[in-house]
């Protein structure tokens, strides 16, 4: 594959990269990452080898670190990642509208390089009310057909049940029957469900009922207490399921607190999290989302070696970091505190989308995604907001800035 390479010099990546975001519409936020991420590097290894490791009781075997593609349209960062040894590129329909699987799709046939990468796309569940089941399945089949289409591709390695959170949604007769035609149809080599809520709840029932072959879960440091979710990781694991990990920088924290990048370098922080979740070996691969040069040469430095050094120990033991971070788990306990009966839980995704990520395009998407009976509009003329955290979000002040933002 060397000789098909693109020779880009680094200024020029970069220059590059800053005039597609800015197409996109997130110039005033993005490119101000991509530059200062020059001042700090990833180390070189030497003479060590990637980390591989097997997707549960499937024939795929990948790096420890794979490549989220959700953020990034940027289509010279995903053939980068795979000249720099990335083999999973995880992406979905609802990305870009589309078009983050076009991108893709694109760079891979370009590279001809379909049988040394492992592409996982996801599909939301298509039901509402008016739908029967026999029009679930056929929705559901013809968003997966689209998928190929924008991937030009005539399968995917692993379809996703996007964002499930209970055990009646892993128990859909309409989306089973869905995932094993497009199995026996041979347009998805394997299936699974992605869980951003309630995560320990699907994966055990993913783990007794025996269908689905890989999920894909929330996990990160700042949840190191939720001792349901670990074990349910590693009784999945044994049973031949395969683990994927996201939200391994618990929401985006390459740019926590003020107070944090004070104390730590972002490479610190980055490597820690994703050292800290790769040094579980229930988990196959994380797919955290980088949209510039720099991050790709960070994150997959992780692949070479899961070792501590001395200053991320310090960073992973320090609670009162952990405690800044913030991250929403999403279990949805703080509804209940609410007296206008707004979707907190959503609304904080959205933050994380657009504060954190600067996808403000995925942002709009999941705000509008909220019945209006439920949604930002109800905390307008709220001056004093009540919803309490179990955890650790600050959830009046993130919705003040969604205020700002959206209101």
């Known amino acids: 594959m060397d000789s098909k390479k693109t020779n880009y010099s680094r200024r020029g990546f970069l220059t590059t990269a800053a005039t597609g975001l800015a197409g996109a519409g997130v110039a005033g936020l993005m490119p101000g990452k991509i530059f200062a991420q020059e001042k700090e590097k990833a180390a070189e290894p030497e003479g060590k080898q990637v980390i591989y490791r097997q997707l549960g009781k499937t024939d795929i075997r990948v790096p420890v670190v794979s490549m989220g593609v959700m953020n990034s349209n940027v289509p010279q960062i995903v053939q980068a990642s795979?000249?720099?040894?990335?083999?999973?590129?995880?992406?979905?329909?609802?990305?870009?509208?589309?078009?983050?699987?076009?991108?893709?799709?694109?760079?891979?046939?370009?590279?001809?390089?379909?049988?040394?990468?492992?592409?996982?796309?996801?599909?939301?569940?298509?039901?509402?009310?008016?739908?029967?089941?026999?029009?679930?399945?056929?929705?559901?089949?013809?968003?997966?057909?689209?998928?190929?289409?924008?991937?030009?591709?005539?399968?995917?390695?692993?379809?996703?049940?996007?964002s499930v959170s209970n055990r009646d949604e892993v128990n859909d007769p309409a989306i089973i029957e869905a995932m094993k035609t497009v199995k026996e149809q041979k347009k998805a080599r394997y299936v699974g469900v992605t869980t951003h809520s309630n995560m320990a709840e699907v994966i055990d029932e993913v783990t007794k009922q025996g269908f689905y072959d890989v999920v894909l879960t929330s996990i990160n440091f700042t949840m190191a207490d939720n001792n349901a979710l670990l074990t349910a990781i590693k009784n999945a694991a044994s049973k031949g399921v395969g683990i994927v990990a996201m939200k391994t920088l618990a929401g985006g924290s390459r740019w926590p607190n003020p107070e944090t990048r004070r104390e730590y370098g972002n490479s610190t922080i980055t490597r820690a999290c994703l050292k800290w979740v790769m040094r579980n070996e229930n988990i196959a691969t994380c797919i955290p989302g980088y949209d510039n040069f720099e991050h790709m040469k960070e994150d997959f430095s992780v692949a070479y070696d899961l070792e501590y050094t001395a200053e991320e120990k310090k960073f992973l033991n320090d609670n009162d970091i952990k405690l800044s971070m913030g991250f929403c788990r999403q279990c949805r306990t703080c509804l209940a505190s609410c007296p206008h009966e707004v979707e907190i839980p959503t609304l904080m995704r959205t933050h994380m989308y657009a504060a954190q990520y600067g996808n403000f395009v995925l942002a709009r998407q999941t705000l509008d995604d909220i019945p209006v009976e439920n949604s930002l509009k109800n905390c307008v003329s709220c001056t004093n907001c009540t919803a309490g955290c179990a955890n650790t979000v600050d959830i009046a002040r993130r919705i003040e800035e969604l205020k700002l933002m959206y209101a």
Do not use: C, W
């Open 82 to 162: 795979y000249e720099e040894g990335v083999r999973h590129f995880d992406t979905a329909a609802a990305y870009q509208y589309g078009r983050n699987e076009q991108m893709i799709g694109k760079v891979i046939n370009r590279l001809n390089a379909r049988d040394q990468v492992i592409i996982g796309t996801k599909v939301g569940h298509p039901g509402r009310p008016n739908l029967s089941q026999a029009e679930i399945t056929k929705k559901f089949i013809t968003v997966a057909e689209g998928s190929l289409s924008r991937l030009k591709m005539d399968y995917v390695d692993i379809l996703y049940l996007h």
